[in-house]
């Protein structure tokens, strides 16, 4: 049985909650100072506070009330003790800047006003000590949750500006691969045509004329050779794509669209379904397929993460990897709002040019979707069995 292990803040969030919980040693210091009988009361309402502190990274459906709780907490600490209390006001900074604008601009105010109600029976007889000793709280609850909202937005929008360069990236590759594969088309079809064309004329004259036959023969074998260079040319142009790296690109662009995708993961030798999310992870995984088979595997799933994002209106995105013993599996599945079964099987959201690409290593593609239910797309590519962790035949 799977032991869960207690822990005051999410493993996630680092080491910030802990280092925000020091704002506590000047209140808790004061406290210390104040009359015994006053003290029970402090210390609970410290203790309360640091309770919805905790809380704060565990209910997100209670957040608001408890930002407005941990508001009304300082405030009083700052009336029955010392303005000075109000130091506790930092923590509510990082909290405060995740709500709504109108909502950091009214909490703001109002703890502005309730810090200026406070400090009334202090004017005339307080020092500077005082009022320079109130700009820190003030700071921390009406500009500090700025700060950090701007910064956020401009964390996200450099992630955004990032994956908007990748994928402008991914379809330059993706121009220069069908510019490759026009020439291919154009030129060497050309060519072999004209091969098929000088056989026929060989095996007409081998008989009746062997020596223009033989001519024939030396220009076949020239061409040959000719479109032989200039595919081997047009090959080395092309870069294999890996799986392995549309997968990071996939998170990456997902989680700069606010999509989470869960990544699953699943082999003929571990039948046991396992959800990864760290890169390192998925960077360890190999596929037993052979260069031509994993760029198009590569292809096809960027294409299907791309509708996803662009298409589906999804709040979250799953894509399973099952390598099996005739084949590797890719599905994508989204809670967007899915197609028509008419849309799937037309050309909309390119759904032809990825049959397109999977006949050339005889995959396929299978799809599942209604509108409003999301829609979930497998890409199935035959496997030659292989010893699946070096991928050697």
Request: glycine share 4%.
């Given at each position: 049985m799977n032991r869960v292990t207690w822990r005051l803040f999410p493993e996630s969030e680092g080491v910030a909650p802990y280092i925000?919980?020091?704002?506590?040693?000047?209140?808790?210091?004061?406290?210390?100072?104040?009359p015994s009988s006053m003290q029970w009361l402090g210390f609970v309402l410290l203790g309360l506070f640091v309770i919805l502190f905790r809380q704060f990274y565990y209910t997100s459906k209670w957040a608001l009330h408890i930002i407005v709780a941990q508001v009304a907490i300082t405030l009083i600490l700052g009336a029955i003790f010392h303005p000075m209390y109000t130091f506790v006001g930092f923590l509510i900074a990082n909290s405060l800047s995740k709500q709504k604008l109108p909502i950091m601009i009214s909490i703001s105010i109002l703890f502005a006003i309730g810090m200026g109600a406070i400090v009334v029976p202090y004017v005339g007889h307080a020092g500077p000590e005082l009022w320079i000793g109130l700009l820190p709280p003030l700071f921390g609850v009406s500009v500090m949750p700025f700060i950090i909202r701007a910064s956020?937005?401009?964390?996200?929008m450099a992630e955004r500006l990032e994956a908007a360069a990748v994928q402008v990236e991914r379809m330059a590759q993706q121009e220069e691969r069908q510019r490759i594969a026009r020439e291919l088309h154009d030129t060497l079809g050309?060519?072999?045509?004209?091969?098929?064309?000088?056989?026929?004329v060989v095996e007409k004259l081998v008989k009746r004329q062997p020596e223009k036959a033989a001519r024939e023969a030396s220009e076949i074998r020239e061409t040959a050779r000719a479109a032989l260079k200039q595919m081997r040319e047009l090959v080395t142009e092309?870069?294999?794509?890996?799986f392995?790296?549309?997968?990071?690109?996939?998170i990456s662009?997902?989680?700069?669209?606010?999509?989470p995708m869960e990544f699953n993961y699943r082999s003929v030798s571990d039948p046991s379904p396992t959800a990864y999310v760290e890169r390192d992870v998925i960077a360890n995984i190999s596929l037993p397929l052979t260069p031509l088979q994993e760029t198009i595997l590569a292809m096809c799933f960027r294409e299907l993460i791309t509708n996803v994002v662009r298409h589906s209106q999804a709040a979250s995105c799953k894509v399973h990897l099952d390598i099996q013993e005739g084949e590797v599996r890719v599905s994508v599945s989204d809670d967007g709002i899915g197609m028509d079964p008419e849309q799937v099987s037309t050309s909309s959201n390119g759904m032809a040019g990825l049959r397109q690409r999977l006949v050339l290593v005889d995959g396929r593609i299978s799809v599942s979707s209604s509108s409003g239910k999301g829609t979930e797309i497998t890409i199935h590519i035959p496997r030659t069995i292989r010893d699946e962790r070096v991928g050697t035949i």
């Open positions: 925000l919980l020091t704002n506590l040693c000047i209140p808790i210091y004061f406290l210390l100072r104040e956020m937005q401009y964390k996200q050309h060519t072999l045509s004209l091969i098929a064309l000088k056989g026929e092309m870069k294999v794509a890996y392995v790296d549309e997968s990071h690109h996939a662009l997902c989680s700069a669209a606010g999509i």
